[in-house]
């Protein structure tokens, strides 16, 4: 893979571009001359120009290119936009004010061809109606189908979706883990610090003292999630806090898991009052109960997605810390496909 390449003999101004090229995980590419340069220009995913070259870059009449930046040192020299201008640069980074743009510049530089994965997120209507359950196999699902998936727990309370899936064991980063980290998340250090099973990654709490997300970790996870994975599956708690919040206004679906008896959709209700205040499409997956899909439906004013029917024997599957079977065929798996094609 092509590296940045940077066009400088300011000696303090390279260490200084070396140093913020190591904080983004990178190494580049040096000339200290626009000819020794022309080789690399069109290749390198970003260009950096140095101050002190950017006149005779200019001058060397370099093809028009996007992702190139002038970089300096002396922000307070006047004529550093006419040389921007001139080098056909996007834009001036000054340091060291500039050095979290200038890491966030070159971690964009050296991700794959982003994808645009979407988000969906899962909510239960009242406690124990199986949300969680519910996302963790619509992750199984489309990871099975081939799609890049990205399982993240947003419950803190919820005891660990890794823990339902019978990984808990399995090593990688937890929520604490990238809370700990300011400014952006890369997608391939994000697929590659997370537990992964085959085309899913899973994002979960460590066990112990119970933190909140901040909306922030949240946001930046999700970005990353849709930049390097083709879905997002988010199973949220029932009490909305920010980083669910930062979800819900992410998504381009959200299942609201609902019981069909009288307190299951009272319940659900009051869950829907509060999601529909931060996202606009939600659907109503229903559980077997009394009450028929008409009344349910009716009664919270949403669409179904369909219903879940029960699945005597998955509690104990998940328990004894196995998969449940997901094939297109069987009942759990061909509604999750259904789930994934609406």
Do not use: K
């Not at 008409?294 to 998969?323: C, F, K, M, W």
């Amino acid at each position: 893979m092509n590296r940045p390449l940077v066009i400088t003999e300011d000696r303090e101004l390279l260490d200084d571009l070396v140093r913020i090229a190591a904080a983004a995980g990178i190494t580049l590419d040096v000339c200290d001359a626009p000819a020794h340069a022309r080789p690399f220009w069109n290749l390198a995913p970003l260009v950096v120009v140095g101050g002190d070259q950017a006149e005779a870059v200019a001058a060397a009449s370099p093809p028009v290119r996007d992702r190139v930046l002038v970089v300096t040192r002396q922000g307070a020299e006047p004529d550093v936009w006419r040389r921007c201008v001139a080098v056909g640069a996007q834009g001036v980074v000054d340091l060291p004010e500039g050095e979290r743009r200038l890491v966030e510049e070159f971690a964009d530089a050296m991700e794959p061809e982003p994808r645009s994965g979407e988000v969906l997120c899962v909510i239960g209507g009242r406690g124990g109606v199986g949300a969680s359950v519910l996302s963790a196999c619509l992750a199984l699902r489309a990871s099975a189908d081939g799609l890049r998936t990205l399982l993240v727990d947003a419950d803190p309370l919820g005891g660990g979706i890794d823990a339902l899936l019978g990984r808990e064991e399995s090593t990688g980063a937890r929520w604490a883990d990238l809370v700990s980290r300011e400014g952006r998340v890369g997608s391939s250090a994000l697929r590659a610090a997370l537990p992964s099973f085959g085309d899913l990654a899973v994002l979960s709490f460590h066990r112990g003292e119970v933190r909140a997300i901040p909306a922030q970790a949240m946001r930046s996870v999700l970005e990353s999630g849709q930049r390097g994975f083709d879905l997002v599956v988010v199973d949220l708690p029932r009490h909305l806090d920010p980083a669910a919040i930062e979800a819900l206004g992410r998504a381009n679906g959200t299942y609201l898991v609902v019981t069909a008896d009288v307190r299951g959709v009272l319940a659900a209700a009051q869950v829907l009052g509060e999601v529909s205040r931060h996202t606009a499409d939600v659907r109503a997956v229903i559980r077997p109960g009394v009450l028929d899909e008409e009344a349910v439906t009716g009664s919270l004013g949403i669409p179904p997605a369909g219903h879940l029917p029960d699945q005597p024997r998955l509690t104990a599957t998940l328990n004894r810390g196995e998969l449940p079977q997901l094939g297109p065929r069987t009942v759990l798996g061909g509604f999750c496909s259904s789930l994934l094609r609406s």
